[in-house]
């Protein structure tokens, strides 16, 4: 269950960065277009934010790590997420009169909305990683078993987000959806009873 | 950029083909004479002799953006270009003009030559599709055509944050391959209204089947209000952003206008005729908004 929790917990998150990083093309598209320097923008921002995360993550993970604290990563990333709902269009509205140039309005505004979430998200990774790894010998499996998870996590969100979801629900209704499974996914890993986390060996 | 033509006789035979089989072809044994890829998508320009026709995709029948006849170059080749000048049915004489989508030039080109005291603005979003526009279809912009480089959205809300406002505004930015979906929106639709004079019209050439039929539909009418609907391969949607002018209203202007349209090639009883209120839409189709904007997917949908 430990280790399903895990899993979950980093192929949802993939999922969620992906459908938001999709998302965050809808929304910005209204203000600055959908060129090609937009896109740019976001995929730059996105790939900054998560590589930052990696760093922060593995770094979090030296000081007592449990899956409680990496179910409150999750879930911390899908709160910051929420602002995007209630400040996007205001925020992008004023950029867009300031930056005129829309390569740097759109590269400000994906920064200022999607940065943090992003951020967070990438720490969950490396966090994980550090919860499943018992020993040295196993630990590039382990690593390559979550990279897997994680990535085809990002694939389906792209899919599902760009071949399905958008054709039914609104931009906003689906970050809530995403926030929620989050949340959701996030509380059932913090009521897990604390079980054997297996990488107490150094 | 520019690369050697490829396999024209497989070109040409692949397209009397396709052409046979949509029995759509204007122009027999096209040779591909120019082909780039740009930032956006494939640009193609095909070459018969007599006719010459941009297009985005290699199936050129269903692709074609525009046509220009090389012996007549000011004869519209196209049914929605003659269609898309029904505009000036509803206000004869427009002197600030705004054309979102380049394509070979022929609206701008049209435009230019039937008001000459307009001055007429032009978006594009594709270099280079500005620039396969000068150079195959000798579109050349002047003081009084300008062409900006740039998102067509984009575009509409900075000039609504100046004292510019058009007389007439088309949008030509959608193709049977890809929907700018930000452009297919109320929010879009009502930044364009805003962006009108009084009175101003706005022409749109959009799609006549597939599901979204009924989205665009309910979509403009929610903006709108009623609007001619013109149908032919394509869809024209002319609409006002004052008082939608009456039929007899058009007749007058048609009378007036007839003379220089015919040159164009615009058969002014065929025009006529395809110009209908009536919906013939589903009304409880959902509405196109900034946060439900499936163009793609529902123009895929049968």
Known sequence: MYRVLLYLIAGWSGFFVMAIELLGGRLLAPYF????YVWGAIITVFMLALSLGYLAGGRASLTSPTLRRLAAILMAAALVTLPVLVLGDT??????????????????????????????????SPYAVRLLVA????????????????????????????????????????????AGVSIAVGILAWLVPAAEPCGEAT | MRRPVMRPRL???????????????????????????????????????????????????????????????????????????????LSPAPRSVLVIGLGGGTL????????????????????????????????????????????????????????????????????????PEHMLTREFLTEVRSLLSPGGVVAANTFSSSRLYQNESVTYAGVFGSFYNLKSNNRVILASAGTLPELDAIRRNADQLGPALSKLGVSMPALLERFTTSPDWDPNARVLTDQYSPANLLNAAP
């Open chain 1, 91 to 124: 925020m992008l509205d004023r950029l867009s009169v300031v930056l005129t140039d829309p390569r740097f309005g759109s590269l400000a505004g994906a920064a200022l909305l999607f940065f943090l979430p992003t951020f967070v998200s990438g720490m969950v």
């Open chain 2, 108 to 179: 701008p080109h049209a435009l230019a030559g039937l008001l000459p005291d307009a001055r007429i603005d032009v978006v594009e979003i594709d270099p280079a599709v500005r620039r396969v526009a000068d150079q195959y279809f000798a579109f050349r912009p002047d003081a009084r055509v300008r062409v900006f480089e740039e998102d067509g959205r984009a575009y509409v809300r900075r000039m609504l944050r100046t004292d510019q406002r058009y007389q007439l505004i088309m949008l030509d930015a959608y193709d049977h391959q890809y929907i």
């Open chain 1, 33 to 36: 277009g959908s060129s090609i």
């Open chain 1, 135 to 178: 020993d040295r010998s196993s630990s590039g499996h382990h690593a390559g078993k979550l990279y897997f998870v994680s990535t085809f996590g990002s694939a389906a969100g792209t899919l599902l987000t760009s071949f399905y979801l958008v054709l039914y629900l609104e931009v906003n209704q689906i970050v809530l959806l995403m």
């Open chain 2, 11 to 89: 070109v040409a035979l692949l397209l009397a083909i396709v052409g046979a089989l949509c029995g759509g072809s204007v122009f027999a044994d096209q040779v591909l004479i120019h082909t780039e890829h740009s930032l956006y998508r494939q640009v193609l320009v095909y070459d018969d002799g007599s006719g010459r026709c941009l297009c985005f995709t290699r199936l050129c029948a269903i692709g074609r953006q525009s046509c220009v006849d090389l012996k007549r170059p000011d004869y519209l080749v196209f049914d929605y270009t003659r269609m898309m000048l029904g505009a000036l049915l």
